[in-house]
C-alpha cells in the first residue's frame, strides 16, 4: 500500500451553487482511498457529502459503491458522513472560517457481505481486501498470532508473487506493512521475518488476485468483521473495563474492553430486537420476548446516540436487502435446476419419439432379436451407406458429363436414399 501522488477534482458548475464559484466561499475536502492515495475535492460551503463522494467513486470507477461511505475521524473512532447532510454542518469551525483548510475524509467500506461471492466486481474486492488489511495492522479488526501471519503471507504473494529467496532474502518487505504493532511486540524480529517468508514460500503459484480471494475468505470468518466499533457507558451498573457497541450487518455487539482486547458480553442480533431508540445521550435497545427488557448505554453526546441509531437503522437495512438478495439467489438457483431437468426430460422424450418415427417412417425391417440401440445403429449405417452410394454415383457422372448442374443438398440426398 504504497503512497500515491494526489489527484485533484472540481464539483462541476451544475452542482457548486452560484455563491460558491466565488473564491470566499469554495473549500477542500482530502478524501483517502483504501490504497492510500488522496483525492482532493474542491467544493463550496453548501456542497453536501454525496456531491463529494459521487465525484470520489467515479474517479475510483466503483461500480458497486453502495457498499462505500465517506468517514471522518473523531478521537479516534470513524464516523460515516451522512449524503443528504451539508459539509459545513459535519465538519470543524475552522473550515468553514478558513478558505485554505481542508476537511479530511476516508473513503471505507460501511457494509460488509457475509459471503464475498455476491460482491461481483473485482475491484469492489480489492477495496475490501486494503480496507480490512489496514484495519488489521491497526488492530481495529483483531485476529490471534497464526491468522495473523496467515493473512500477513497471503498479501505479500497478492503483492510481490512467488517467493524467492534467492532475490528476495528476509528484508524484501518492511514488517510494519504486514502485522500489527501487537504482533511486533509479541514476536523477536528476526523470528518474525523467518517465519513470515516460510509462510509466503508456502503460497508459491497462486495468483494475485487468488491470494486476495483466500485473503478475504479468511477474513470473513474473524468473529470481528464487518464491526464499526464505537465506545459508550452503561447507564447505570458501572464496569470495570470500557464498554465498546460494536454495530454491524447481522446486529449490534456489546463489548468490555480490557488490555487491549475486546471481550463479547451481549449480543442484540436484529431477529431479536424489537425497537431501537435515541433519547438526548442515551441509546436504547429493547428485546422482544416475555421478559422484554431494555437495555441503555450513554454516548458522550445527543448527536453521537442519534448518529449509532441512524448507524443501526442503515445496518438493519442492508442486512435486510442481503437477505432478500440471497434468498432470490437460492430461488433461481433451484428454478434453473428445476427447468434444466424438465428440459433434460423432454429432450429425452423427444429423442425417444424420433427414433420410434425414423423406424416407422423409414419402413426399415429390423431382427426381433436386436436390442433398441443396436436397431438404432444399423438403421444409421443403412442410411449412411445409401448416402455414400448416392454421392458417388454423382461424383462418376460429373466426371462423365461436366455440364451436369451441382450435387443436390445432402438432406435432399438423405430423403432419395430413404425411398
Known amino acids: 500500500m504504497a503512497d500515491e501522488p494526489h ?27 483504501p490504497s492510500g492515495q488522496s483525492v482532493l475535492v474542491r467544493c463550496d460551503k453548501n456542497s453536501r457529502g454525496r456531491d463529494v463522494f459521487d ?57 460488509f457481505v457475509d459471503d464475498i461471492s455476491f460482491i461481483l ?27 495473523c501471519m496467515f493473512l500477513a503471507a497471503l498479501a505479500l504473494q497478492a503483492e510481490f508473487g512467488d ?5 528476495y532474502g528476509r528484508n524484501y518487505y518492511q514488517p510494519e506493512q504486514y502485522v500489527s504493532k501487537r504482533m511486533l511486540e509479541k514476536m523477536a524480529l528476526p523470528t518474525l521475518k523467518e517465519e513470515l517468508s516460510r509462510f509466503h514460500a508456502n503460497n508459491a503459484e497462486m495468483l494475485p488476485e487468488e491470494a486476495e480471494t483466500e485473503f478475504l475468505k479468511i477474513a470473513q470468518q474473524l468473529p470481528e468483521y464487518g464491526m464499526v466499533f464505537h465506545r459508550v457507558c452503561r447507564e447505570k451498573k458501572p464496569v470495570v473495563g470500557e464498554l465498546v457497541l460494536g454495530v454491524c450487518a ?32 442515551k441509546l436504547t435497545i429493547e428485546c422482544g420476548g416475555p421478559s422484554s427488557k431494555k437495555h441503555s448505554f450513554v454516548t458522550e453526546s445527543s448527536k453521537i446516540a442519534q448518529y449509532l441509531l441512524s448507524l443501526c437503522s442503515a445496518q438493519h437495512k442492508f442486512h435486510s436487502e442481503m437477505t432478500s438478495r440471497q434468498l432470490n439467489y437460492s430461488i433461481a438457483q433451484d428454478e434453473n435446476i428445476e427447468k434444466y431437468q424438465s428440459i433434460c426430460r423432454t429432450r429425452d422424450s423427444h429423442m425417444k419419439r424420433l427414433s420410434c418415427s425414423e423406424v416407422v417412417l423409414n419402413n426399415v425391417e429390423i431382427p426381433a432379436n436386436l ?23 454423382q461424383s462418376e457422372m460429373r466426371e462423365i458429363n461436366r455440364d451436369l448442374p451441382e450435387p443436390c443438398r445432402l438432406s435432399e440426398v438423405k430423403e432419395q436414399a430413404l425411398r
Open 55 to 111: 465525484m470520489v467513486v467515479a474517479h475510483a470507477n466503483l461500480v458497486e459503491h453502495f457498499y462505500f461511505g465517506l468517514a471522518f475521524i473523531d478521537d479516534d473512532e470513524y464516523f460515516f458522513l451522512d449524503h443528504e447532510i451539508k459539509i459545513s454542518k459535519i465538519a470543524p469551525d475552522s473550515w468553514k472560517k478558513v478558505v485554505s483548510t481542508s476537511f479530511l475524509v476516508f473513503l471505507r467500506v460501511k457494509f
Open 121 to 147: 466486481h473485482r475491484l469492489t474486492r480489492h477495496q475490501y481486501y486494503l480496507q480490512l488489511r489496514k484495519d488489521i495492522l491497526e488492530d481495529r479488526l483483531y485476529c490471534n498470532e497464526e491468522t
Open 163 to 167: 517467493y524467492m529467496s534467492e532475490l
Open 371 to 393: 436390442s433398441q440401440r443396436e436397431s438404432l445403429s444399423k438403421l444409421c449405417d443403412d442410411i449412411t451407406a445409401k448416402v455414400e452410394a448416392c454421392l458417388r454415383q
Open 250 to 281: 447481522t446486529g449490534i455487539i456489546v463489548y468490555e474492553l480490557k488490555n487491549h482486547l475486546r471481550t463479547v458480553t451481549q449480543r442484540f442480533l436484529w431477529s431479536e430486537t424489537d425497537t431501537i431508540s435515541a433519547n438526548r445521550r
Open 7 to 33: 489527484v485533484g477534482l472540481e464539483l462541476p458548475g451544475s452542482i457548486v451553487s452560484k455563491k460558491g464559484r466565488s473564491c470566499s466561499s469554495q473549500r477542500e475536502v482530502s478524501v483517502v482511498l
